[in-house]
């Protein structure tokens, strides 16, 4: 199946399997809209850098926190790789990130849009008494409230709540319902509050328990269990190690060695509890519970471990 598409390049073409047809139309449609997209492999994570671009080596993209050099064509620096260049996306480079592909993302800062990331039906409830009304998209768990401006991303601003902006990506889960307002004032003193510094050895943990790692979340997964479970449990002891400093660094890296491990599997191979279970332990030795689960995301992600957002 041959896809073209008109809006940017008239002579843009796309040749992917007819399985992934509807992901590239709405990738299409929405780099014509101005939304810069992307795609996102198995665990819903970006895709990981090219050998040019390992440990940031060509200095990261333009748009990064510190502007780099990068020019790089392939699917590299995770969020930043968000384009509305239709060359870009029809190009050689990204016909086997989109015949991989096992969802679509979007940067919302680059759009100018901010997406508060509600995780679970309590944050929902939160968001519905707290929250101006605006444009919602479901989700697998929860819900996404799509506001007009962009302000700084912060995970686990309070429970089960992340705000998605400017430096990181959201995924495209359809255009969803109601009307888009401004971003509110309220939304930004929820990153605002994040930033605070905590007292002296208080470990900042409120996120509820989450499922530790099993076969049933890594259906899609080439390895088997004892390969998994003693690769993170290696992870886990290294993390734990670090008692006086350097946790929240060596969170990102175990994050990092456990997403390439899986860079071939179909998925899903439950990165997400494996994720968990590197944040839990990064918490357990006194980092702040927001700067491990954005080590760790970023560590997921192949993104470097100074660029947390």
């Given at each position: 199946?041959?896809?073209?598409?008109?809006?940017?390049?008239?002579?843009?073409?796309l040749?992917?399997?007819?399985?992934?047809?509807?992901?590239?139309?709405?990738?299409?449609?929405?780099a014509?809209?101005?939304?810069?997209?992307?795609?996102?492999?198995?665990?819903?994570?970006?895709?990981?850098?090219?050998?040019?671009?390992?440990?940031?080596?060509?200095?990261?993209?333009?748009?990064?926190?510190?502007?780099?050099p990068?020019?790089?064509?392939?699917?590299?620096?995770?969020?930043?790789?968000?384009?509305?260049?239709?060359?870009?996306?029809?190009?050689?480079?990204?016909?086997?990130?989109?015949?991989?592909?096992?969802?679509?993302?979007?940067?919302?800062?680059?759009?100018?849009?901010t997406?508060?990331?509600?995780?679970?039906?309590?944050?929902?409830?939160?968001?519905?008494?707290?929250?101006?009304?605006?444009?919602?998209?479901?989700?697998?768990?929860?819900?996404?409230?799509?506001?007009?401006?962009?302000?700084?991303?912060?995970?686990a601003?309070r429970?089960?709540?992340?705000?998605?902006?400017r430096?990181?990506?959201?995924?495209?889960?359809?255009?969803?319902?109601?009307?888009?307002?401004?971003?509110?004032?309220?939304?930004?003193?929820?990153?605002?509050?994040?930033?605070?510094?905590?007292?002296?050895?208080?470990?900042?943990?409120?996120?509820?328990?989450?499922?530790?790692?099993?076969?049933?979340?890594?259906?899609?997964?080439?390895?088997?269990?004892?390969?998994?479970?003693?690769?993170?449990?290696r992870?886990?002891?290294?993390?734990?190690?670090?008692?006086?400093?350097?946790?929240?660094?060596?969170?990102?890296?175990?994050?990092?060695?456990?997403?390439?491990?899986?860079?071939?599997?179909?998925?899903?191979?439950?990165?997400?509890?494996?994720?968990?279970?590197?944040?839990?332990?990064?918490v357990?030795?006194?980092?702040?519970?927001?700067?491990?689960?954005?080590?760790v995301?970023?560590?997921?992600?192949?993104?470097?471990?100074?660029?947390?957002?």
């Amino acid at each position: 199946m041959t896809y073209q598409h008109n809006p940017a390049s008239p002579s843009a073409t796309l040749t992917v399997p007819d399985p992934y047809r509807d992901r590239v139309r709405a990738a299409l449609s929405l780099a014509a809209a101005g939304v810069p997209v992307l795609p996102l492999r198995a665990g819903k994570v970006p895709f990981g850098n090219c050998h040019a671009c390992t440990d940031n080596a060509c200095g990261g993209r333009p748009n990064m926190k510190a502007a780099g050099p990068c020019q790089c064509p392939a699917v590299c620096h995770g969020w930043a790789a968000a384009t509305t260049d239709v060359a870009v996306l029809t190009s050689p480079s990204w016909a086997r990130p989109w015949r991989e592909a096992q969802a679509l993302a979007y940067h919302p800062g680059g759009a100018g849009l901010t997406v508060v990331d509600l995780d679970n039906a309590d944050a929902v409830t939160w968001a519905r008494t707290a929250l101006p009304a605006t444009r919602t998209v479901a989700t697998t768990r929860g819900e996404h409230w799509i506001y007009q401006g962009a302000m700084r991303s912060a995970n686990a601003v309070r429970p089960g709540v992340d705000i998605k902006s400017r430096m990181s990506y959201a995924r495209w889960l359809g255009t969803g319902t109601g009307t888009m307002t401004r971003l509110p004032a309220v939304v930004r003193a929820l990153v605002e509050r994040e930033e605070t510094t905590t007292a002296r050895g208080e470990v900042v943990s409120s996120s509820p328990s989450r499922a530790e790692w099993d076969r049933s979340v890594a259906t899609g997964c080439r390895h088997t269990e004892r390969f998994v479970r003693t690769g993170l449990e290696r992870g886990l002891a290294l993390v734990r190690a670090h008692t006086e400093s350097g946790a929240g660094s060596q969170a990102f890296g175990v994050a990092q060695f456990l997403a390439a491990q899986h860079t071939a599997c179909p998925g899903p191979c439950g990165l997400e509890a494996l994720g968990w279970q590197v944040v839990a332990a990064a918490v357990s030795v006194g980092v702040p519970e927001p700067y491990a689960r954005r080590a760790v995301t970023n560590g997921l992600s192949g993104s470097p471990v100074g660029r947390v957002s």
